[in-house]
């Protein structure tokens, strides 16, 4: 837990997730493994997730012209490990309630004319969806 706070901090201060850290994370939650049960369910958590963001990625910076991406990669790594370590079920419930606030997030700021701060992190909201699987549907 400690490992996803400080990367959601990294990219609040950088907009940029490190990939040493993220593939800590991915170590971290393969040492836990302990039965081959666990491997299967770890393994759909993280695929389920990692497809779905990764086409999140993909039709967000195909859509986009600019220099600027508009889902990281770093991002879908992130996602992923959620998805690894909840299971297929908690890891998509935390990506959606994460997707869903950072775009009311957007949305507020478009409302308040920030139109130029079009870079949000995504990894606090991730975050965030995470709290509210663990203290709400769990």
Known sequence: MMLLIILSNIDILTYFL???L??????TILLQIHTAQQWSEKSIGFLSTAAILYLVYIISNRS????EIGFGFGDVIYGSCLGMN????????SISFGLIISGLYAAI????GKEKES???LSPFFLVGLAIYERIIK
């Not at 986009?64 to 220099?67: G, P, T, Y």
């Not at 700021?109 to 308040?112: G, K, W």
Request: hydrophobic share 55%.
């Open 18 to 20: 490190p990939f040493e």
């Open 22 to 27: 993220l593939f800590a994370l991915i170590i």
């Open 64 to 67: 986009e012209q600019k220099k």
């Open 86 to 93: 909840l299971g297929w079920y908690g890891g998509l419930y």
């Open 109 to 112: 700021l478009m409302l308040l």
């Open 119 to 121: 870079r949000i992190p």
